[in-house]
């Protein structure tokens, strides 16, 4: 019989285990004879979220009702999987001391705060449930030390969040780590004893749970060793429009939202957006098509069907109709071709579409100005106007979009006749180069709920396509924008998009004239060549002002004269400086990569919080004990 050293792994932060737990764990055993060393591990991925400890325990029993049956004696969760990942802040709550009884006496134990003592109820609730007798469920990673302790088998369920091209590197790690050893004969036979005696003597004991149990297969079953399978590798075209699609749908399903709302202008930020939600739509029609009854449910809640309904839509563009929303917000500065290109792409992907024009509300601010000050306001290009009087003017336009957005994401259900009514989810499109450069109106229609592209920066596509500096920039996210509407075009079959990648990027907020056109670039001082070097040199090199001008005058820019590097490199950092406040309140988005100019980058903590029908239980049971000792006393 060979015998094997288990380690029962628990969250790496709580070490401190209540009594009630300490004896439940010390009872737990699994008796079993060995004869082979085969054994049966499960992973699991799990949609866990941060704080909804019951939604968590539930889909982690369901994972090890699915791993017995597969006949598992090892499953391994995510790391987090009790708690969910990002909640950080949660973690930092304030400490309290919980008064626990056992059966010999009353003890006091110290809970870190709320969040450690819900995870240990949670785990003591999954290790005294029927289901997960006979299997060993790893909860979280623990250190590599603990080999010298006697570990023969140490789980990674290490997590982070999602970033585009992050897999690859993931897999490169646990390939690396795989070819050091996995078979435990091997391991045995390769250790030098003397040596390993050495070493584990000065390793701190770590606390354990020495159970009379073997993970390894007993030579009853038939079963084989699973053959390797090669990983698939999404490109980046692909990540986009999956994590965004997903992303997007879990906001809409957790908000208890009837959709999404979108302000649709004719340009490429927008139309990308767009695209990302007909990815919504193509992925629950899949799994709709597939039977998932998880996401039937969400999407005939969401469309507002009657429970009893067996309602499926026939295909995306049907469903991408009953929840996705669209508006070009046309002015007198607004031309053909964007107007067009809005009226087509929403066609194309099915939106319910609106095109009007606001003019009337921006000639009243107008009038209301005047009827003030008995002056009228002038855009710069025409007699008697100046730059001042023109960013007003564009700001009443853009600004009204964004009220105009509101309005229409809170009643658009009820004009439709949704059951029920409900309220729309407003789509942000603001992209990174612009915010880096301030160049956009604070609290115009970029003021969104959530913005799908805040971390994929694009907005220069076509010059850099014609030009062939996109391989040139280092800013790669750039180059994936480009890809997946390059990508979208043929796989969503949406001819249209063509049109939005050659189109010159302009505001349209001033008057079209023969002889003046809005630019984007001419408007901002500098191309976005040169915010996307800017921003991938201040964000992820780390540069300060001097190091990146000698970067510049000595790499990129070794063209230019240094003084020429120097005016640029102060332009760029200037704007960057006084226009932060704009990137103080800039709507929440999917941190897709490390480029972002948000302050909050670090920050990942999830801005929609489940029910917490754990905690509020609990609550609930704490009053009825004292209510109960109220009535007894």
């Not at 107008?366 to 001042?388: A, D, E, P, R, V």
Request: with cysteine; proline share 4%; hydrophobic share 35%.
């Amino acid at each position: 019989m060979v015998a094997t050293r288990l380690f029962l792994i628990v969250p790496r932060r709580l070490w401190s285990v209540p009594q009630d737990i300490y004896h439940l764990l010390a009872q737990f055993q699994i008796r079993t004879k060995a004869t082979m060393r085969v054994i049966t591990v499960s992973t699991c991925n799990l949609n866990q979220l941060a704080l909804d400890f019951v939604g968590n325990f539930e889909r982690i029993l369901e994972a090890v009702r699915k791993a017995k049956a597969d006949g598992s004696s090892l499953i391994i969760t995510p790391e987090l999987s009790l708690s969910g990942y990002s909640c950080l802040d949660a973690f930092l709550e304030q400490v309290r001391p919980q008064k626990l009884r056992n059966l010999a006496k009353t003890t006091y134990f110290l809970f870190q705060q709320d969040t450690e003592m819900h995870c240990w109820e949670v785990l003591h609730d999954l290790i005294a449930h029927d289901d997960c007798q006979g299997i060993i469920v790893d909860i979280d990673c623990p250190s590599i030390h603990l080999g010298l302790n006697g570990v023969e088998i140490i789980c990674n369920s290490s997590a982070s969040h999602w970033q585009l091209r992050k897999l690859d590197r993931r897999l490169e790690l646990i390939q690396e780590s795989s070819k050091k050893g996995v078979d435990l004969d091997q391991m045995w036979d390769a250790r030098f004893q003397p040596a390993r005696r050495t070493q584990a003597a000065k390793e701190k004991f770590y606390p354990s749970i020495e159970l009379d149990a073997s993970f390894t297969d007993d030579g009853s079953t038939t079963s084989r060793l699973t053959p390797t399978k090669p990983a698939t590798i999404l490109k980046p075209e692909e990540e986009i429009g999956m994590a965004t699609g997903c992303w997007m749908w879990d906001y809409i399903r957790r908000a208890s939202a009837a959709g999404a709302f979108l302000p649709l202008s004719g340009g490429v930020d927008s139309a990308a957006t767009a695209v990302m939600f007909c990815s919504v739509t193509r992925l629950v029609y899949k799994a709709s098509q597939a039977g998932n009854e998880k996401v039937i449910k969400d999407m005939r809640r969401i469309c507002g069907e009657p429970e009893e309904s067996a309602w499926l839509p026939s295909d995306p563009p049907e469903l991408c109709k009953r929840i996705f929303h669209t508006c070009y917000m046309g002015t007198e500065n607004s031309s053909k071709q964007t107007r067009d290109r809005a009226r087509q792409l929403a066609k194309d992907i099915g939106s319910y579409h609106i095109d009007l024009n606001m003019d009337a509300i921006v000639k009243a601010f107008q009038t209301l100005f005047t009827t003030l000050f008995g002056f009228q306001l002038h855009y710069k290009s025409q007699q008697g106007g100046s730059n001042q009087q023109g960013l007003a003017l564009q700001n009443i336009q853009a600004r009204s979009r964004m009220v105009l957005s509101y309005l229409l994401a809170s009643t658009l259900t009820f004009v439709r006749g949704r059951p029920g009514g409900g309220s729309l989810l407003v789509l942000g499109s603001a992209n990174v180069d612009e915010c880096l450069r301030g160049y956009y109106t604070k609290y115009d229609c970029s003021a969104a709920d959530i913005n799908p592209i805040g971390k994929i920066n694009n907005k220069e596509t076509a010059f850099l396509n014609k030009t062939g500096l996109i391989h040139l920039l280092g800013s790669i996210s750039k180059l994936d924008l480009a890809r997946f509407l390059r990508y979208a075009k043929v796989e969503y079959k949406l001819d249209v998009l063509e049109k939005f990648l050659t189109a010159v990027p302009t505001a349209e907020l001033e008057p079209i004239t023969e002889d003046y056109t809005q630019s984007d670039e001419d408007d901002m001082g500098c191309t976005y060549e040169e915010l996307g070097i800017f921003g991938r040199l201040r964000k992820i090199d780390k540069l300060g002002p001097y190091s990146m001008f000698q970067r510049l005058r000595l790499g990129e820019w070794n063209h230019m004269a240094p003084r020429a590097v120097f005016e640029r490199v102060r332009f760029l950092w200037t704007m960057f400086g006084i226009n932060r406040h704009k990137q103080e309140i800039l709507t929440p988005s999917l941190h897709a990569e490390t480029y972002s100019p948000d302050s909050n980058r670090y920050d990942l903590l999830p801005f929609l919080r489940p029910r917490l029908t754990w905690q509020y239980n609990k609550i609930e049971k704490t009053i009825d004990k004292l209510e109960e000792r109220k009535r007894s006393s």
